[in-house]
């Protein structure tokens, strides 16, 4: 049998086989049977008749092997036809989506319910990609199981996808099954069979699910009660999400770390348990009370209510139950007995007068309030505190109120011992005895004098700016807007005009915030005397005025008045002290209706005008343009980018080789930042930077290079490689802030690279602006064991005379006077004189830019020490520039 079934599994049946018997069986028949009945029958008549015999035998035979074959084919077909149909029919009927798609997705054939699902026509889905249709919602995973599934890894795979619907529906959840189909037994995959299935109500039925579980946590939550399951088999605890909460605790594992009873009272632990015991014994529910020190060290009220459940033989089965913190209503009652001592103590007054209206007793509050002390209130009728503004209408009303309501609320003016008129916040309620008699009054009021004062305050800040008195930026949105409709209706021409204080962050710098805020309202008071009638002023932000001029007939009047409110803001403010302060403006006008015709478009076209002001030098005014606008839309487009790269990782360092011209050997690397955005690649740093400088993402971003670079540095010592110098750019704006010193301190102590393997660059302009406070900051970094360079030297404005005061150890020289040598004479001599001076100062010279032998040839000749340029490399990623520290090692 074994054999006969290895025979089966060996060979099949094919025409071509069937042929080949079939011929071997004639040829055998025919003449094997012919020499046969010549060896048997010897009498040639009798040969004849056996050999027709023999023939009609053989045609009997195959006339019995045709019918039996043809009959097996007709029923192999008829009963395939069956399956073909009762296929058709659980395909067409199906619940499921089904199709059969091309390896590169495109749709072959879909059943009914898939077009249904679709809401499109099998004409709509021919053909189209079934990756549009059903988007995988991780199409990296699917992608892989898809190649899993191709090379016969796995026979299929299944995810939960979303059918798009053109029609505008919702999105269809679906289960998505695929598996390949073979092109014929044991081929290669031809196509791909999938079958979706509706999961909406398995969807709707979880997002359910999710809600009961939700309310139910919320339930939990706000009655501050937890639930408890002790299953006696698993001898395990199981507790509501919020049961830790509720006993503050904050570990991982409750049900190792909460050891219930040891936590319970002392004087109630004892009881407590018997409960317990009585409740598993008998099935009894449990209902106790008792206090239980919390993971969070407090001692609270708790209520424990519960059940035990036993199996038909009374063994205990589980233990279920609610926790509920009373500790608030414990709280209320002990509030209660504290009452009196809060009213003897609050800070309202509270005078209590018995049925008649002679007062028995007032509090502390009250006598600092009205003046009296309470020995002189005592026995007599509130009417003494009476000021004489409410007439009896207003008091019959009052007690009209109290007589049907049992209390009154309301302001009252009164009058101190001093005779000072207030007006008091009053709340007057009515005392009962259980007969519902009224027994006393009692009076609580507060002194409304300083809130009635703040009040008027917030009015006039409500619309004001606290600091100079002029409208605040609402205020002055909201006239603006009147103005733009007047003029609307009348044809008015007007400009707003924006002033931004030149340089105003020197003077609180300089002088401190009070001299600051002194000179702000000096110039903001000089700027409003200086207005026309009818002209509109605001403080809008920081160091930003704004003034609508009206009733102008042409542009030049509105730069006439910017002229004339610059020369107000110009005149200077004099100290206590006699020093003159003296700061300038610059100016943003915008026309209406020349330029915009809304309020909130001319504010903005001056704001984006003092740009272009501050641009053309400090002083001056500009008109607003279209492209002012743009610019700093896109200007706050790039900052939201750069913070979003900055969180997000996409900011990279290449690093530039520093090499020794007299050895040719990799002595350093200049850091410098790329962007890699994600849409439109590798950002150039000159589009940036000035944003991140302007916008103080300076400093974060100044701090990651700093780390950053420092951290790559010690990676190439901890790797072996040779020592060198790792070169970090310090913008000005960085350099500027008070933190640079502890960024450097917090990037070296991180990383625990070698200070004097780390080199600041600063540029020689920014060392320049202050030269005092830069030579502290630069001594205060030299201290840390830095290597100091001057960047781009020779382009600022830095006299020798503070260039030699510098900590600094390397001069840079600018690419600009690198880049036209040997063709220029005057870089040539800019460059051996700088060399010389740097030499003769003890400072090592290093020039940027070098891109030809010939420039390097110059400056070997002249003596320079380093050079870095594209001559030896552009900048490279990390791991570039670690092969080829590599490859210089290994040569």
Known sequence: METVRWFRR???????????LYLALGVAWVFV????????????????RWQ?????????????????????????????????????????????????????????????????????????????????????????WAAGQLGRLLIGEIDHYVAERRCLRPDGHEALPVLCTMSAIPEGEGGEVSSLLVVLQDMSETVRARAALERSEARLRLALEGSASGVWDWDARDRAFRFSPGFGKLLGYEGDELARDLHLFPRIGAAERRRVVAAVRHAVATGEPLVETFTLRCFDGQLRWFEARGH?????????????????????????????????????????????????????????????????????????????????RHDGAFYARLWEQMVHTGQWQGEIWNKRKNGDVFPEQVAMSAVRDASGSVTHYVCMFTDQSQIKARERQMEFLAGHDPLTGLANRAAFGRQLEAIRQRALASGERFAVLQLNLDRFKEVNDSYGYNVGDAVLRHIAAQVQHALRPGDLIGRLAGDEIAVVARNLRHADGAAAVARHLMAAAARPWRTPEGIEVVVGTSVGICMFPDHVDSSQALLQGAHSAVYGAKALGRGAWCFY???????????????????????????????????????????????????????????????????????????????????????????????GLAPLTVAVNVSPRQFQLGDLVEDVSRALAQSGFPA????????????????????????????????????????????????????????????????????????????????????????????????????????????????????????????????????????
């Open 756 to 891: 004097n393997s780390l080199e600041l660059e600063i540029t020689e302009s920014a060392m320049a602006e202050r030269p005092e406070q830069a030579l502290a900051l630069l001594t205060r970094l030299g201290d840390l064991g830095l290597r100091l360079a001057v960047d781009d030297f020779g382009t600022g404005y830095s006299s020798l005379a503070h260039i030699k005061r510098f900590p600094i150890d390397v001069l840079k020289i600018d690419q600009g006077f690198v880049r036209d040598i040997p063709l220029n004479a005057d870089d040539m001599a800019i460059c051996s004189a700088i060399i010389a001076m740097g030499h003769s100062m003890g400072l090592s010279v290093l020039a940027e830019g070098v891109e030809t032998q010939a420039q390097l040839d110059f400056l070997r000749q002249r003596g320079c020490d380093h050079y870095q340029g594209y001559l030896r490399s552009r900048p490279v990623p990390a791991e570039e520039f670690e092969a080829l520290l590599r490859a210089r090692s290994a040569a």
């Open 33 to 48: 049977g012919d020499e046969l009945l010549v060896a048997l029958v010897p009498d040639a008549q009798a040969l004849a």
């Open 10 to 20: 060996k060979w099949v049946l094919t025409p071509g086989l069937a042929a080949a």
């Open 308 to 388: 035990c459940q036993v199996d038909a033989q009374g063994v205990p089965l589980r233990f279920t139950g609610l926790l509920t913190d009373l500790s608030s209503v414990y709280r209320a009652e002990e509030g209660q007995r504290l009452a009196k001592a809060v009213v003897d103590n609050a800070a309202q007054g509270v005078i209590v007068t018995d049925a008649q209206g002679t007062i028995r007793s007032a509090n502390a509050a009250a006598q600092s309030i009205l003046g009296y002390s309470e020995a002189e209130m005592l026995g007599r009728n509130p009417r003494m505190f009476q000021s004489g």
């Open 52 to 140: 027709l015999w023999k023939g009609w035998a053989y045609v009997a035979l195959t006339a019995v092997l045709a019918f039996w074959l043809v009959r097996r084919m007709y029923t192999a077909e008829r009963q395939r036809g069956v399956r073909e149909r009762e296929f058709t029919q659980v395909v067409r009927h199906t619940s499921a989506g089904i199709a059969r798609v091309a390896l590169d997705g495109r749709v072959l054939w879909a059943n009914p319910r898939l077009l249904d699902m679709l809401g499109l026509s099998w004409r709509d889905v021919q053909g189209m990609d079934f990756r549009q249709l059903v988007p995988a919602d991780e199409p990296r």
């Open 625 to 719: 343009e279209e492209g002012m606008t743009q610019a700093a839309r896109e200007r706050l487009a790039m900052e939201a980018r750069l913070r979003r790269a900055l969180a997000q990782g996409e900011l990279r360092l290449y690093y530039q080789p520093q090499v020794d011209i007299a050895s040719g050997r990799i002595v350093g690397a200049e850091a410098l930042l790329r962007w890699q955005d994600p849409e439109e690649g590798l950002v150039s740093p000159a589009r940036f930077i000035p944003v991140a400088e302007s916008s103080g993402l300076i400093a974060p971003l100044g701090q990651w290079v700093l780390e950053e670079a420092c951290r790559q540095g010690q990676h190439w010592r901890s790797a």
